[in-house]
Structure formats: C-alpha cells, structure tokens
C-alpha cells in the first residue's frame, strides 16, 4: 500500500515528510539564539506576539498529527486547551527559548512521522478540504514557514529565505490557481500567496485561502 507523502500528481514533486522536518528546523535554528523577552514582540502582520505565534505554529503541527492519526472526517479531534480554548498546544514559558524550540522540533517530526507512515489513501477532515497524508504535511510547511516569517519579522525585522525547494512543493500541493515561473522566486510567491506580500503584476491578496482537497 503506498505511504502517505509518497503520492503526488503526474510532473509534481510531492511534499514529504523531511519538507517537514526541512521547514521545523528552520525555524527552529533561526529562533534559538533570541532571548525569551525578546519574544514579546509583535509577529510582524499578525496580531499576535512571537511566542503565541510560534505557539501557534505548534499547535498546528500537533493538530494535523492528529488528524492523520484519528482519521476524523467531519471535524477536528475534540480536544481543548486547558480553559477550553481551541488551541491545545502551550508552551511552558519558564522553559524560555530553549522550550519553545524543542516543541517546534517535535511537533515537526510528529507530523512528518505521521505523513510518512499512514497510507496515501487515507483523508482527514480540514475546513479547507478533506486531505491526505500529503496535504497534511504541506498545511504544515505553510504554517511553520509563512508564521515563522511572522516571528521572525517580529524578533529581527529582517527578510527571511525558506529551506530550498520546500515553498514551491508547498505551493504546487495547497495553490493550484498560482503559478509560479522558472524565473520566480517560491519563496516570495508564498508569501504572497497568503496575504504577505505584493508583488509586479500580482497586488497584495487580502483574502486567501489554501485548497487541501485531493486532486
């Protein structure tokens, strides 16, 4: 039975559980030499600080882990936080930066474990579309680096480059009303993609919405 992120449409790199990985690490070296205090700041166009941002990154990455593993197909595994809020994933803060790291990493290997060992015909509930193993892994690619520009925009002020490869598998899997030419830089596409960025010949987006239906 073929595994789950190792199915892909004809002339389309899949996305895989390593993209995961790729994407978690990312994060997590360019997060870790930044003191905890630091993470008060605002996550550059959202309206959250760093650490609620990079909390929410895992709280993602731990939902679609449980998606792939319950195989839910009306709704989202019925967990809550602890004052019932939907997030379920919270880092200790006396943990620091140090934490924070470690839940970005795990949660990142969480679901790309998942991806990679449930079967590619398996489906999962998601508000955008009931997915497979593969879109899982792409949701979360989108999630750790499109949120983790946020951090880092709030923690460094800088641009910021993706792991190579990764936005354009990110993009071909959940945006397939955007193209993207040779020439084109993925990276920058994403952003745009989802609402970050204005490009020539392609004005900012102020709505958006990724498809993880199945085609």
Excluded at 186 to 198: K, M, S
């Amino acid at each position: 039975m073929t595994r789950g992120t190792r199915a892909a449409a004809p002339g389309r790199a899949p996305v895989t559980g390593d993209d995961v990985r790729a994407a978690g690490a990312w994060l997590a070296e360019r997060i870790a030499g930044h003191d905890v205090a630091a993470f008060d700041a605002q996550a550059g166009p959202v309206r959250w600080s760093c650490w609620t941002t990079t909390e929410h990154v895992v709280d993602d990455l731990v939902a679609y882990a449980l998606q792939l593993a319950a195989l839910p197909r009306l709704a989202y595994v019925p967990l809550v936080g602890p004052r019932g809020e939907d997030e379920i994933a919270h880092v200790d803060r006396a943990t620091g930066t140090a934490g924070l790291v470690e839940a970005v990493v795990g949660g990142a290997e969480l679901l790309a474990t998942l991806a990679e060992t449930r079967p590619a015909d398996v489906r999962a509930y998601h508000p955008y579309g009931l997915s497979d193993p593969e879109g899982f892994a792409a949701m979360g690619v989108v999630e750790v680096l499109v949120h983790g520009h946020d951090v880092l925009l709030g923690l460094t002020g800088g641009p910021t480059s993706f792991p190579d490869g990764v936005a354009a598998r990110a993009l071909a899997r959940l945006f397939p009303d955007v193209h993207v030419e040779a020439a084109e830089d993925a990276d920058r596409i994403l952003l745009w993609a989802t609402g970050r960025d204005e490009l020539p010949g392609r004005p900012r987006r102020t709505r958006w919405r990724w498809d993880s239906t199945v085609r």
